[in-house]
């Protein structure tokens, strides 16, 4: 019963998340338009895009390992949607509660990005290859700042008695910043930043989108990527969206309406779902929208320097705050 | 016996060179490029370390085109060799017949060219800042200065009825007055012009993520710019005080200020990589308002024309003989234009063209020397390269195209000479001496 329950529960997460996904695609590409001075493509633009795509020849090169080519876009596709299930909505606890914590909802959002860069490497193209490895190296240098700021929080809650500290649904019910002092404040406040800095590097944004760049390798990982496999690409990259701007909800600010305003039940559940989707938004606004409106992209060195030097340390800083935190206050 | 280099045997003694490279091709259809050439770059990691450009793919015949027209139609197929440059190439050509068919032009009609072909370099200028800003990705930069670009191409429009290809200059003149009624909104977009240089200073040269993208990338020494006689804003951008306008000034230059500028003159130490070429032509929009200005102020009453007919002009230039060249100073350099009229004949006999791209092909190879991947859009625009005006000669041969190297052109040209020199000893030489 209680299976059943989860596969509904399941279906409703991903067919909602595909709709909201769409829906932000879209008002990033219109707000990015409108930042720019542009009249941007209608809201329903990404749903258009992947149907012709979805409509067109898949293509695989002569030069590409086929059956790698072709495993690539839906290993990205089902690892993104998975993710998805591991995600807090709102109050809820994620679909797959239980069946897995914030250290897998981090290698589940790895593997899109390796699969990405599998494809490139699969597919014989000098452009792609490039993209490959562009993609492979910006990896490395975001991935340890992404993970100190997830296991700072869950090794501070740890230290609060409070868990599983690793669950995310423990993570989104208990926010930190209320149960620590002013330096694990500071300290929070430096992940946060870290956090969000990682965030348009993991969804390969600019000025972050070195793996793609148009201009310089012809979109790079994707240049030989055509027709389904391109659209699966797509999607995933509006899923992972998604899972990115939830993550950093739920790590930072998994606050809800419905407690303080004192509703209870089905219209508290509905209120503090809408609000995620608010917040997820100002997320994807902030951190996307607005970033990769404002500056040039930058070389993979650049990139690499970026983020292990400055994030890096920030992160590290954060950490350490916590830590000092914990002295001080005395767990 | 003729020897072709196969692009094989090249690939191969290069991967020789270099054994831990690939070769990475760009273009001739590639993003990054608005025309076709092809860069072969040899890549080790993100480093370039060789390249091979072949430029031949915008071929389009239009000296001998211009050689089975009369003069007339000459100057509008000039008109249309460059659609950025439209107003350079007719600046040239109609210097050359001028100076080959003897005819003065009116003081006025010297003040007009000068005004038309400085909103080119404005409007021309502010394109290439649009299509950097992309280069680099940066597409918000893109949309803001293709937006302000807009009024210099209304005030045009307004001056000539076109946006571009403006089919201002005709020999002896030019074929529309700018009346004073035109002034207060020629003046006002210029104002306009001027409230934004803060904003580019602000955008281009103060923004961060263009300083990283810019400084220190493609990098041209003046000793090469000189040597491998680089031109336009390429040149003054490694420190080269070279300008047409200032060197042999025509039209009404010489009455005018003008002064070849390089970062210098914003008091920034020359290093000649892109980021000085961003600031050498965000100063050249500065001197073309200057240079409006003051033509405004200073230009003559009376005609715009030495032959008010069209007809009268024609059955002149048909009686002219001689050769002429004319340079105009084009946004993107210095533009040549040679012809040799011979009486009786409509159509010029010869009829060379060399655009500001030539020159700056060259320059490329140290540019691009060392540089990364992620380099190449932006250090291959930022000599605002035009491909199709370079393109010149394309020599196909039984379907395939092939590479004339330096020994055998010289093989060529002395076989020429030859040719030429004894045909000079067998009859009297129709030219003017020399």
């Given at each position: 019963?209680?299976?059943l ?27 990015a338009?409108r ?9 329903r633009?990404?749903?258009?895009d992947v149907?012709?795509l ?6 695989v090169?002569?030069?590409?390992i ?10 990205a596709?089902?690892?993104?949607v ?7 909505i ?6 797959l ?10 290698y589940l959002?790895?593997?899109?990005a390796?699969?990405?860069a599998?494809g490139?490497?699969a ?13 492979i ?23 609060l ?14 926010p930190?910043?209320?149960?620590v ?8 406040l430096?992940l946060?930043?870290?956090l969000?800095a ?12 070195i793996?793609?760049?148009?201009t310089?390798i012809a ?6 990527y055509?027709?389904v ?25 998994p ?5 303080p ?5 089905v219209?508290?559940q ?6 995620f989707l608010?917040k997820l ?14 500056f040039a992209?930058?070389?993979?060195d650049q ?16 950490l ?12 | ?8 045997e090249?690939?191969?003694?290069l991967?020789k ?8 091709p760009?273009?001739?259809?590639h993003?990054?490029?608005k025309?076709?050439?092809r860069?072969?770059?040899w ?6 370390r060789?390249v ?7 071929h ?5 085109m211009?050689?089975?027209r ?7 197929l000039?008109?249309?060799i460059c659609?950025?440059?439209?107003i350079s190439?007719?600046l ?15 003081p ?12 080119e370099?404005i409007?021309s200028?502010?394109l ?5 800003a ?10 803001y200065?293709w ?11 307004d001056?000539t009825?076109n ?15 700018v ?12 104002r306009y012009?001027?409230?934004l240089?803060d904003d580019?200073?602000?955008?281009f040269?103060?923004?961060p993520?263009?300083e990283a993208?810019?400084?220190?990338v493609g990098v041209?020494t ?8 680089a031109?336009g804003?390429?040149a003054?951008a490694?420190?080269l005080?070279k300008d047409?306008r ?6 009404a230059?010489?009455?005018?200020e003008v ?9 920034l130490?020359?290093?000649?990589d ?8 965000l100063l ?14 200073e230009m ?7 032959f008010p007919?069209v ?23 210095e533009?040549?234009?040679y ?7 409509e ?5 060379k063209v ?16 060392d540089?990364?991947?992620a380099?190449?859009?932006i ?19 039984d379907?395939k ?7 055998e ?9 030859e040719?030429v ?11 003017r001496?020399?």
């Amino acid at each position: 019963m209680s299976g059943l329950n989860a596969l509904w529960q399941a279906i409703l997460v991903l067919v909602g998340g595909g709709v909201v996904g769409f829906l932000y695609k879209g008002l990033d590409r219109k707000l990015a338009a409108r930042l720019q001075g542009r009249i941007g493509p209608p809201l329903r633009q990404p749903v258009l895009d992947v149907i012709k795509l979805l409509l067109k020849e898949n293509i695989v090169p002569r030069t590409a390992i086929p059956w790698l080519f072709q495993a690539a876009p839906f290993l990205a596709f089902i690892t993104a949607v998975t993710a998805l299930l591991y995600l807090p909505i709102g109050s809820l606890a994620p679909v797959l509660h239980g069946y897995g914590d914030l250290v897998l909802l981090l290698y589940l959002l790895a593997i899109p990005a390796l699969a990405m860069a599998m494809g490139g490497f699969a597919s014989g193209s000098p452009y792609a290859v490039v993209g490959a490895q562009r993609e492979i190296v910006m990896m490395m240098s975001y991935e340890f700042p992404l993970a100190i700021a997830a296991v700072g929080i869950a090794w501070r809650l740890a230290t609060l008695g409070i868990g599983p500290s690793f669950s995310l649904a423990t993570i989104a019910a208990n926010p930190l910043w209320g149960l620590v002092g002013p330096l694990g404040w500071i300290g929070l406040l430096f992940l946060f930043v870290a956090l969000l800095a990682v965030t348009p590097a993991e969804l390969s944004k600019i000025p972050f989108d070195i793996p793609e760049a148009e201009t310089e390798i012809a979109g790079g990982l994707f240049v030989e990527y055509s027709g389904v496999n391109l659209a699966l690409f797509y999607l995933a990259d509006v899923i992972k969206t998604l899972v990115i701007a939830g993550l950093v909800v739920a790590l930072f600010i998994p606050y809800g309406l419905a407690v303080p305003l004192g509703i209870t039940g089905v219209g508290g559940q509905v209120l503090d779902i809408l609000f995620f989707l608010v917040k997820l938004f100002g997320v994807v606004f902030f951190a996307v929208t607005v970033v990769r409106v404002a500056f040039a992209r930058l070389k993979v060195d650049q990139v690499v320097r970026l983020y292990l030097l400055p994030t890096t340390l920030l992160a590290l800083a954060g950490l350490l705050l916590l830590v000092l935190d914990k002295v001080v206050m005395g767990g | 016996m003729r020897e072709k280099v196969k692009p094989e045997e090249k690939t191969e003694e290069l991967t020789k060179a270099c054994p831990t490279c690939f070769e990475v091709p760009i273009g001739p259809i590639h993003p990054a490029l608005k025309e076709g050439i092809r860069f072969t770059f040899w890549i080790e990691g993100e480093r370039i370390r060789k390249v091979d450009i072949r430029p031949g793919f915008m071929h389009r015949g239009i000296e001998f085109m211009g050689t089975k027209r009369n003069l007339i139609q000459v100057l509008y197929l000039a008109e249309r060799i460059c659609g950025i440059c439209s107003i350079s190439h007719p600046l040239a050509i109609v210097q050359a017949v001028e100076q080959a068919a003897g005819i003065e032009v009116p003081p006025r009609a010297q003040y007009i060219r000068v005004i038309i072909g400085e909103l080119e370099r404005i409007h021309s200028h502010l394109l290439w800042a649009g299509v950097a800003a992309h280069e680099l990705g940066f597409d918000t930069l893109l949309h803001y200065v293709w937006k302000v670009r807009e009024p210099v191409l209304d005030i045009l429009e307004d001056l000539t009825g076109n946006r571009i290809d403006y089919a201002i200059p005709i020999y002896g003149g030019v074929r529309r007055d700018v009346p004073p009624e035109k002034y207060p909104k020629l003046k006002d977009a210029l104002r306009y012009y001027r409230s934004l240089v803060d904003d580019f200073v602000n955008f281009f040269l103060r923004d961060p993520s263009i300083e990283a993208r810019t400084r220190g990338v493609g990098v041209l020494t003046s000793e090469e710019a000189d040597s491998l006689c680089a031109v336009g804003p390429t040149a003054r951008a490694s420190g080269l005080r070279k300008d047409v306008r200032q060197d042999w000034p025509y039209f009404a230059y010489p009455d005018l200020e003008v002064k070849a500028l390089t970062p210098e003159d914003m008091g920034l130490e020359v290093r000649g990589d892109v980021y000085d070429r961003i600031v050498v032509r965000l100063l050249e929009v500065v001197q073309s308002i200057e240079l409006i200005e003051q033509c405004l102020e200073e230009m003559p009453e009376g005609e715009i024309t030495a032959f008010p007919k069209v007809a009268a002009l024609l059955a002149h230039l048909k009686k002219a003989e001689g050769e002429g060249v004319g340079r105009h100073e084009a946004p993107r350099g210095e533009v040549i234009h040679y012809i040799r009229l011979e009486a009786g004949e409509e159509a010029p006999a010869v009829w060379k063209v060399k655009a500001p791209t030539y020159s700056n092909l060259m320059p490329w190879y140290p540019m691009f020397r060392d540089q990364e991947i992620a380099d190449i859009p932006i250090v291959a625009a930022s000599i605002d390269p035009c491909i199709c005006c370079m393109e010149r000669v394309q020599i196909v041969c039984d379907g395939k195209a092939e590479t004339l190297l330096k020994d055998e052109l010289l093989r060529l040209s002395w076989a020429k000479t030859e040719r030429v020199a004894s045909r000079v000893t067998r009859q009297v030489s129709p030219g003017r001496g020399g």
